[in-house]
């Protein structure tokens, strides 16, 4: 009888509107990237993996910031509030300036800089950030990095 064991991770969130999210194994062995897209195909992908916990950037309203573009944001964040509780994975809500403050420390407040930031830690993951908005990629690879760091693994 062969056990199928799923490959442990830590799960990083950006929920916004073009949001992303990204699975760390603790060893850095493997790390993958998605686009949110459909909810069943979301569901599908994490139940193929045994995640230790997930960091979600923890969602606010900004000046400037549109109705719309807001409830867009907000509606992003309670799909993946619920998928979580779904799946039985527990979650910590963390804000942007906290896991910034860790990740991006001595480089620029740009949009860039956690694009910049992924390529220093994990250069195999060049062809994740082909396109404009990828920098959402990036973020989420970032917060599932600050993840690992506070679960120490």
């Not at 998605?34 to 923890?58: M, P």
């Not at 910031?65 to 799909?79: H, I, K, L, P």
Request: glycine residues 8%.
């Amino acid at each position: 009888m062969t056990l199928h064991t799923k490959t442990q991770a830590v799960l990083g969130i950006d929920p916004g509107k073009s949001g992303a999210f990204a699975l760390i194994s603790p060893g850095n062995e493997q790390v993958s990237v998605h686009d949110f897209t459909e909810f069943n195909d979301v569901v599908k992908l994490l139940s193929g993996y045994d995640i230790r916990h997930a960091f979600i950037e923890k969602v606010h309203a900004m000046p400037g910031q549109g109705v719309c573009s807001m409830f867009s944001f907000g509606e992003n964040f309670g799909t993946w509030k619920g998928i979580l509780i779904a799946l039985q994975i527990p979650f910590t809500q963390v804000a942007p300036q906290t896991w910034k403050k860790s990740m991006l420390k001595d480089m620029p407040k740009e949009k860039s800089s956690s694009v910049q930031r992924c390529l220093q830690l994990y250069p195999q993951m060049v062809d994740s950030f082909k396109r404009k908005k990828d920098h959402n990629r990036a973020d989420a690879i970032l917060i599932a990095s600050y993840g690992k760091l506070v679960l120490k693994i």
